[in-house]
């Protein structure tokens, strides 16, 4: 190898300028991979109190960067020279010459120096999207791209043309097409890996709503081969085998938390088994590779410690699901512009992405729809593959859940319809009706097993619950619509798009309009017969299946807006859609429609709706009939090819050899920009878009030291008391008539982070009560806590303490519920903090003092007892705990066996009075004798702080 002095000929300078640059521009690589991947130790808060914002900050230099910088470029170096050889032997060139091109192929990284500015708070508001993960990628892929180019000559764009689009344009657009569904699902997949319910399959599984039934149900799939619950309610079965006890000897047939009891005995869950039987493989699976695990807030002590196939495997339904609605709607509409914006909408703008990772039946529900869909509308290939996807299509979303029975049936219907008018298409009917035939069957079997009669209803009936309520039906359907607290247009303004679709697509595309509305209405109407509430949670969940066929109808308006729509069209959607978001949050117009029952006052808000349903579809007809007779038709298609035609010269331009430069300068510039922002405005770029992104941080980081920006010298430490009180924070909320919901959260972030572990205070306070604000019930840390109220004139104060014994994926919201309806504003403040503990392992939470008093030394005349309070995740465990000044001199002991309810108070006799400053150290054993690590810190009196004595690293 050449010496790295002879890289650049002096009596050439322009090759030394060459190789000075290169080695320049390595060492900004190096730096910007030092910020990016290594800087983990700032800290950045923002304290808001009465005085105003203070911002505090641990760094005030790149200390921490500089170092990890000095080894990324080390490893650089020796690449960057062995890539240059290896260009330089192939080419017969110049070390110096492949030196310098090979660093340039890593020139994209530069862009990492913006790692820490896109997790910013204004970042994270604007676009609800991490952003880091994305810009990882991207860097990434310029720099393998930029190699492939240096070494091979090849470019991605000619590689990927020569391997999915051989010579024709239509080949080039499926592949054009084929790239671009790719690079959506890979959004998709990047969404869900973000997602608490991607990581909860792995570590802390918490499950809510009906989730544990159907996890219940494929443990006893997995278990016994049969729906039989009998003996899978490990950790309550004594109660629940009470419970069953008590209903045999009376006769009785419902059984607890929406189960029966079977007519040959038996317990069984009214939910349909079709997603529980999905899981079933993965979960066998996954019991094969690990132990159980006793989850800390709910007894589905059967799960294995990490469910990975399980989760991968409903990523790979939720993919499928995925490409099923791609090639729909790519051969509904022909146009990959109208393909992406749908795709989008499907991702950003429908709650669809929320729950396929959740053990619901949605997503395994939208698979079949649509794999029936696409082979009723554009058949598959194989006329055999056509026909197995209609019969698992329709015969499997009956068993998912019995309300997706409507859409099997009109997928049915149309088929036959389609079938029957041709020879060829009744032998099709005939071998699909086979196929259909003994899923039909079981599925009556099934319930007649279980019931005694054949009929999807019968489960509910038993129970003692009415399915459906035909007389309700208006209060519903518009409800379902219109509500202005829980409806589909103000849920998901997407709504509006695809209501005004119906109306395009029967005066444009009517055959096609008409199949879709012909599968989705019935479900609708059955949906607006069910007994519903008015709430958020139940619109979302029982129209989530209709979504994506409301996006067709919302690509039937934008089609027609591309193509032939006026500016009258532009405006009206306009209005309509400021209107909406106004109402939002201004309420200038009610529609409040639970359809439980119709009330009276009801009624008027049921003609309202159904009066502004039809002038919206007549002003659609009198604006469609006024743009054809006055020829005022704007045509997107034809704006966008002038656009394109006068910005190609620009376009050109841009791509010049100056701009390049220029841009290659800014690139350059990109570190002491970072530096210099660094220095100036760091805190306003990096503030914690959230109370739990703070927390992390700050536990990244145990030797933090925080200072005002404006007085360095004022340093707080960590283990100082009023490091913990920087974290506290106080929210204003209000609770409104007609809403029985109230989401409440702690800063702008939109998405799930991770709490700490610890012990947390939430407390409410509620101005002026009404008397029918009794009973509440709040949501947080995947727990549902019902709270107590009683109201008084004034203030009314109700507290809760959380324990989390492990760092947990969260939503920093906190959502609260009101069990009556309020007659008046309620005006209300949440307070929530940490309170100071001691965290061992993921098994033991310490805190100072007890119910009576949070002071842990209790003075007993020349001695001192302390006082602890200690909680425990598993019942029957025994602990010892010692406590310990600085300098190793016992201060005191105490061990003890938690009962169920995991806490006990525990006495430490102290030998000595505490020292008056300093540090105490608390040692825990558990019942091996195995010393626990541990993290946190409090004051034990006003000047001593305990620490762990074995800190987690």
């Not at 109190?49 to 000095?70: I, P, Q």
């Not at 410690?305 to 991968?312: E, F, G, P, Q, S």
């Amino acid at each position: 190898m050449k010496p790295l002095s002879s890289m650049g000929n002096p009596s050439n300078p322009r090759r030394s300028w060459r190789a000075a640059g290169a080695v320049l521009l390595l060492v900004l690589v190096s730096y910007a991979l030092g910020i990016f991947l290594f800087d983990r130790d700032l800290i950045v808060h923002k304290k808001i109190d009465a005085e105003g914002a203070s911002v505090y900050a641990n760094a005030s230099d790149l200390a921490g960067a500089a170092k990890w910088s000095a080894v990324a470029f080390a490893a650089l170096a020796v690449l960057a020279l062995a890539g240059g050889k290896t260009w330089a032997a192939a080419r017969g060139r110049g070390l110096g010459e492949g030196f310098a091109g090979q660093v340039r192929t890593l020139a994209p990284a530069l862009f990492l120096v913006f790692g820490r500015f896109v997790e910013g708070k204004a970042v994270n508001y604007i676009v609800p999207l991490p952003l880091a993960p994305a810009l990882a990628f991207g860097v990434l892929l310029a720099v393998v791209c930029g190699n492939a180019r240096f070494h091979r000559g090849l470019r991605l764009g000619d590689f990927v043309r020569r391997r999915l689009g051989p010579p024709g344009a239509a080949r080039r657009e499926n592949a054009k097409t084929a790239l671009l569904i790719a690079g959506l699902a890979s959004l998709l997949v990047h969404l869900l890996t973000l997602s608490p319910y991607y990581r909860r399959f792995s570590s802390n599984m918490i499950f809510l709503g009906d989730e544990p039934k159907y996890l219940r149900m494929a443990y006893s799939l997995a278990s016994d081969g049969d729906a039989d619950l009998t003996d899978d309610f490990i950790g309550d079965d004594l109660f629940v085998y009470e419970m069953y006890q008590q209903a045999r000897a009376s006769g009785t047939r419902p059984l607890g938390d929406y189960s029966v009891t079977g007519r040959r005995g038996g317990i069984y869950h009214f939910h349909m088994p079709g997603i529980s039987a999905l899981i079933w493989p993965s979960l066998v699976l996954d019991f094969k590779a690990y132990p159980r695990d006793i989850p800390n807030t709910q007894p589905l002590m059967f799960l294995p410690a990490k469910m990975i196939v399980t989760r991968l495997w409903m990523l790979a339904h939720a993919l499928g699901f995925f490409f099923c609605l791609a090639r729909f709607y790519d051969r509904m509409f022909r146009s990959r512009s109208l393909l992406a914006v749908l795709l989008l909408a499907f991702l950003f703008g429908t709650a669809f992405p929320e729950f396929m990772l959740q053990v619901y039946p949605e997503t395994a529900a939208g698979l079949s729809l649509f794999l029936g869909l696409n082979a009723l509308f554009f058949p598959f290939r194989g006329t055999w593959t056509n026909r197995l996807a209609l019969v698992i299509g329709i015969g499997s979303l009956p068993w998912l859940h019995q309300r997706f029975a409507p859409l099997a049936v009109s997928l049915y219907l149309l088929f036959l319809v389609r079938a029957l008018r041709s020879r060829a298409g009744r032998r099709e009917a005939l071998s699909v009706s086979l196929g259909l035939a003994p899923a039909g069957a079981a599925y009556a079997y099934y319930f007649y097993a279980i019931t005694g009669s054949p009929l999807p209803w019968s489960l509910y009936s038993l129970w003692g619950t009415s399915y459906t309520r035909a007389a309700i039906f208006p209060s519903g359907f518009f409800g379902y619509v219109f509500d202005t607290s829980s409806g589909l247009l103000v849920l998901f303004p997407v709504f509006l798009f695809a209501l005004a679709g119906v109306y395009w697509g029967l005066a444009r595309e009517r055959p096609a309009a008409l199949k879709l509305l012909a599968v989705i209405l019935p479900y609708f109407f059955l949906i607006s017969i069910t007994p519903w509430h008015g709430l958020s949670w139940e619109t979302t969940r029982m129209s989530l299946i209709l979504f994506p066929v409301f996006l067709v109808f919302a690509g039937f308006t934008l089609r027609a807006l591309a193509e032939s729509a006026s500016w009258a069209h532009l405006v009206f959607y306009s209005a309509a859609a400021a209107f909406l978001m106004g109402n939002k949050g201004g309420r200038f117009w009610e529609i409040s429609l639970g359809n439980v029952l119709i009330l009276p006052h009801q009624v008027g808000y049921i003609i309202q709706s159904a009066v502004v349903l039809i002038l919206f579809f007549l002003a659609h007809w009198g604006l469609d009939l006024w743009a054809k007779k006055s020829k005022a038709v704007l045509s997107l298609d034809k704006l966008r090819g002038r656009i394109r035609e006068r910005s190609g010269p620009f376009l050109k331009a841009a791509a010049g050899p100056v701009p390049r430069k220029v841009l290659a300068g800014l690139m350059a510039g990109l570190p002491g920009l970072y530096a210099a922002v660094f220095f100036n405005n760091w805190g306003d770029k990096t503030l914690s878009p959230s109370y739990f992104r703070t927390m992390a941080m700050v536990r990244r980081s145990p030797e933090a030291r925080l200072h005002p920006l404006d007085r360095p010298t004022a340093v707080i430490k960590r283990s100082d008391p009023e490091f913990v009180g920087l974290f506290r924070r106080e929210v204003l909320f209000q609770l409104w008539p007609g809403r029985q919901r109230e989401s409440v959260r702690l800063g702008p972030a939109f998405l799930l982070e991770r709490c700490p572990a610890g012990a947390y205070r939430l407390d409410l306070e509620f101005d002026d009560a009404p008397p029918e604000l009794t009973h509440l019930s709040l949501d947080f840390m995947g727990e549902t806590r019902p709270i107590e109220v009683s109201p008084r004139t004034g203030t009314t104060f109700v507290s809760a303490t959380y324990l989390a014994f492990e760092d947990i994926f969260i939503s920093p919201e906190f959502v609260l519920r009101h069990a009556a309806p309020l007659s008046r504003p309620v005006r209300a403040k949440l307070r929530f903090s940490p309170l100071p503990c001691l965290v061992f392992g993921r098994e033991l939470i310490v805190l100072p003092g007890d119910d009576m008093s949070a002071e842990a030394v209790r003075a007993r005349g020349s001695r001192a007892d302390i006082v602890l309070t200690a909680y425990a995740r598993k019942a029957l465990s025994s602990y010892a705990l010692r406590l310990a000044g600085a300098d190793g001199v016992e201060m005191g002991s105490a061990a003890a066996v938690f009962p169920a309810g995991g806490k006990r108070r525990l006495l430490i006799p102290g030998d000595a009075l505490p020292p008056a400053d300093g540090s105490a150290v608390l040692s825990v054993f558990d019942g091996t004798g195995r010393s626990l690590s541990g993290r946190g810190a409090w004051r034990f009196s006003s000047s001593l702080a305990v620490l762990p004595a074995r800190p987690i690293s």
